[in-house]
């Protein structure tokens, strides 16, 4: 049995135990690490007490609030799959979010099926997009389209790109293609650095904006 382990990081000890006993309730979830700010995080990463592979990072927190603990685990290069946690919906925001790499974004008020839902698709995936999301990419778009967005992708990319966002992994990709896994992740390193993507939402993102894949929320759920 698989066992998604996460990381919960609020100033709200309350809320940290309501967390507890939400994610408790499934056997595929366990709690390993919690901190109550970004700094407390860090610290942990740094002194090799930390095992999550998912981190809820709450937006709002003294000392080192989530903005900053996402662009410092980006330095640091740390695997964790970030969920954004906050209380208020601020568009630019979480928009700015995803494009420095959150896997996902959840509200504090959101149901806890949809909270267990959101951290497994994150850890399976590498990101979740709900419903509020897309309308914000889908925005994002319609914004964009008025510029020439433009990418030097090959065909090849293109095609590897497509099968990214169809949730295939390396390996599942190159035997679609008849080529190396290591093949398919060096196309995968490239089209992140030529679309300036931090992670597999950012590509997901990329190629909505460039009508690369259809806006149907069914593709993600």
């Given amino acids: 049995m ?3 382990k996460v990381a919960i990081v609020d100033d709200e000890v309350l809320f940290i135990e309501g967390m507890k006993l939400i994610l408790g309730q499934d056997e595929n979830l366990e709690i390993t690490n919690t901190a109550q700010n970004g700094a407390e995080l860090l610290e942990l990463i740094k002194s090799d007490q930390f095992e999550a592979e998912v981190i809820m990072l709450d937006l709002s927190m003294p000392v080192l609030d989530g903005i900053d603990t996402l662009l410092a685990l980006n330095e640091m290069k740390h695997p964790a799959k970030v969920i954004i946690l906050s209380s208020h919906y601020n568009d630019s ?3 700015k979010l995803l494009d420095e790499g959150a896997a996902g974004f959840l509200a504090k008020n959101e ?3 949809e909270v267990i839902k ?3 698709k994150v850890a399976k995936k590498g990101f ?3 419903d509020y999301i897309l309308q914000l990419i889908r925005n994002r778009r ?3 389209s008025r510029k ?5 992708l090959s065909k090849r990319e ?3 790109l497509k099968l990214i966002c169809e949730e295939n992994t390396n390996k599942e990709i190159a035997e679609k293609l008849f080529i190396s896994p290591r093949t398919v992740e060096g196309h995968r390193n490239r089209i992140l650095d030529k679309t300036n993507s931090k992670n597999t939402v950012g590509l997901v993102i990329f190629a909505i904006e460039h009508k690369l894949i259809d806006v149907n929320i069914s593709r993600f759920n």
């Fill in 142 to 144: 319609l914004l964009a």
């Fill in 93 to 95: 925001i979480i928009v």
């Fill in 158 to 160: 293109v095609e590897i």
């Fill in 128 to 130: 979740y997009i709900n």
């Fill in 148 to 152: 020439k967005l433009h990418a030097d």
């Fill in 111 to 113: 149901h806890p099926d």
């Fill in 2 to 4: 698989t066992k998604y």
């Fill in 118 to 120: 959101t951290i497994k």
